[in-house]
């Protein structure tokens, strides 16, 4: 097995909000345990409970990251539960949360080395709170790491992390393939589970179409400028993605559909 060292970044993700004292809580129980650690956040704003948006979101920007960055995702409905607390550790960084489902993506994207099962209470922050262990575990756990205790040290390892059913692209045919809206950014964009790697998007511009819930889309454009003002177009976004959008205006509105919506691609 081929470790990664810890770089000594620690990002934070979860769906606290910005309005009360869970982050910054966490961020200073991580100064206290390792002074030079180097605190980014990724998103406090995860809808509540929203474990896929969180593994999602996690999933399109923790690789930008430099090797060995630590990232600790809180987003935990089944806090004081039964679930597992967890430290993965992949061939380039290291996640650590609740066991729920959040890290699907990154692991399927990641060359797995090990999971842990978070059990060494000597690494916790006292009394642990039954609330927030965003706090009292994987804040510490993330510091100790950082200051270089092994993985090993934090409790056994695991070989049956929670999965989350991920939507698939479906190929209905030679010509018909069938996906879905998987968010919807600020925007309004509906980002698709769509990709080139999918579907020959080229093929659009000749006479193929895009259906989202029935509405059709029936322009392809490279960028959003592209498009006329108030144009509804679909586009491949940063992500790699089939996006719909529309110039200077909400797609989501536009069509009133949201995640979940069937997306279908029919090529001539």
């Known amino acids: 097995m081929c470790n990664v060292r810890p770089s000594g970044v620690i990002t934070l993700l979860t769906d606290f909000g910005l309005a009360d004292f869970f982050v910054g809580a966490m961020k200073g129980v991580i100064l206290s345990i390792h002074r030079e650690a180097v605190i980014v956040d990724l998103t406090h704003l995860i809808p509540p409970q929203d474990i896929y948006a969180a593994a999602l979101t996690l999933a399109d920007c923790y690789a930008t990251f430099p090797e060995g960055t630590i990232h600790v995702a809180v987003v935990d409905p089944g806090v004081g539960s039964e679930r597992r607390a967890v430290l993965i550790e992949t061939a380039r960084y290291f996640f650590i949360g609740p066991d729920n489902g959040l890290f699907t993506l990154v692991v399927e994207q990641e060359s797995l080395q090990r999971a842990i099962q978070i059990t060494a209470e000597r690494f916790f922050r006292h009394p642990v709170s039954r609330t927030f262990h965003g706090r009292d575990v994987f804040a510490p756990v993330a510091a100790w790491l ?65 259906l989202v819930n029935g509405h059709e889309v029936s322009a392809l454009r490279t960028h959003y400028h592209e498009a006329a003002p108030r144009e509804l ?20 509105t536009a069509l009133g559909v949201g995640r979940g919506a069937t997306v279908e691609i029919l090529l001539p």
């Open 146 to 210: 950082a200051r270089g205790v092994p993985p090993s040290e934090f409790g056994p390892e695991v070989s049956d992390l929670m999965r989350l059913p991920i939507p698939r692209v479906e190929r209905l045919d030679e010509k018909r393939w069938r996906g879905q809206v998987i968010h919807v950014d600020r925007f309004g964009n509906l980002i698709t589970n769509v990709t080139a790697r999918d579907v020959p998007l080229e093929a659009l511009r000749q006479g193929g179409r895009l």
């Open 233 to 252: 177009f679909a586009l491949v976004g940063s992500t790699g993605r089939v996006e719909i959008a529309v110039r200077e205006g909400s797609a989501a």
